[in-house]
Nanobody
C-alpha cells in the first residue's frame, strides 16, 4: 500500500509562486500515474494536473494551464507542482493522488490519496 505525503503549502500574496511536493513510499513509484487535486473552501474537490509514467504525458485543468507545472523525480519517489502567478482563487487544500483506474479528472478514479496541504493566496 502506498503512502502519500504532501508538503510545501503556505500563505503567499497573489502573483507569487509556491512549489508543492508529494512524497510516495511503500512501493515502486515509477510505473504509476500521479495527480494533483484541490478543494477550495466550500467547494468540491477538483482535478488540477496529472503526470504519467516517466513524465511522458501531462494534463492540466484549464484554470491552471500556463501557470502550473507538474513534474516527477522517480529516483526520489516524489512528484511536484510548481505554481506560478498565483491567484486568490487558487486558495484550496491540495491533494496528491495515485492508483488511477478510469478518467483522470474524476476523483472516483483515484484510490490512494495524501492528507492534503493548505495553500492560501491573499489579494
Amino acid at each position: 500500500q502506498v503512502l502519500l505525503v504532501e508538503s510545501g503549502g503556505g500563505l503567499v500574496q497573489a502573483g507569487n509562486s509556491l512549489r508543492l511536493s508529494c512524497a510516495a513510499s511503500g512501493r515502486t513509484f515509477t510505473s504509476y500515474t500521479m495527480g494533483w487535486f484541490r478543494q477550495p473552501p466550500g467547494k468540491e474537490r477538483e482535478f488540477v494536473a496529472s503526470i504519467g509514467w516517466r513524465g511522458i504525458s501531462t494534463l492540466y485543468a484549464d484554470s491552471v494551464k500556463g501557470r502550473f507545472t507538474i513534474s516527477r523525480d522517480d529516483a526520489k519517489g516524489t512528484m511536484y507542482l510548481q505554481m506560478n502567478m498565483l491567484k486568490p482563487e487558487d486558495t484550496a487544500v491540495y491533494y496528491c493522488a495515485t492508483d488511477l483506474s478510469g478518467t483522470y479528472y474524476d476523483i472516483k478514479s483515484w484510490s490512494s490519496w495524501g492528507q492534503g496541504t493548505q495553500v492560501t493566496i491573499s489579494s
